[in-house]
């Protein structure tokens, strides 16, 4: 696992040990960084199950302002704070040891540019996270929800004020980008 552009390019990445984490693949990450372009430019970035910092890490390469990184396992936690300070960018990011639902619930107030929402396959994580997160003001005007789900993974159907602007298939996975539907 790589970081493939920006500042830190070409820089590894350490992957946390065993089946706990599925750290998102260079081809997936590719595509969702040519979808969202210049989106991630000065971005304040929240990648809600954190997993290794891959995605966060990614985002603070290719421009973004700043990230805060998510994560309830001890191990992943480790990992995610080695590669940070791997690649110098602990200064930038704000790594919390903690349930992703949780921090919705403690930090109402926050506000993203880009949210990430890669949590485990088929556990229904991403639909959870959408039911709270359309109830808050975690997504600025003109931000954007990037979902990673298995591919035969549905979303619940009451995302509003959401809408699935875009999607995209890889192998075994769905990724879908979504924004409020006044924008």
Excluded at 84 to 111: Q, T, W
């Amino acid at each position: 696992m790589r970081i493939i552009a920006g500042e830190m390019r070409g820089r590894q990445l350490r992957a946390v040990e065993g089946m706990q984490t599925r750290p998102t693949s260079d081809k997936v990450k590719g595509a969702i960084f040519s979808v969202l372009g210049d989106k991630v430019l000065d971005a304040r970035v929240l990648d809600l199950f954190a997993g290794t910092g891959n995605l966060a890490i990614e985002a603070l390469s290719r421009g973004s302002r700043e990230a805060v990184l998510v994560e309830k396992s001890f191990s992943a936690h480790q990992v995610i704070r080695e590669n940070l300070e791997r690649v110098g960018v602990s200064h930038k990011a704000n790594l919390l040891l903690m349930d992703a639902f949780k921090y919705i619930h403690r930090y109402p107030n926050e506000v993203f540019n880009l949210v990430f929402l890669d949590p485990p396959y088929h556990k229904e994580l991403v639909s959870k996270a959408i039911l709270i997160l359309k109830e808050s003001t975690f997504l600025a005007p003109g931000g954007v929800i990037v979902a990673e789900t298995a591919k035969d993974e549905e979303l619940n159907d009451d995302i509003y004020p959401f809408e699935i602007r875009k999607t995209g298939e890889y192998g075994d996975t769905m990724i879908r980008y979504l924004q409020r539907m006044d924008i």
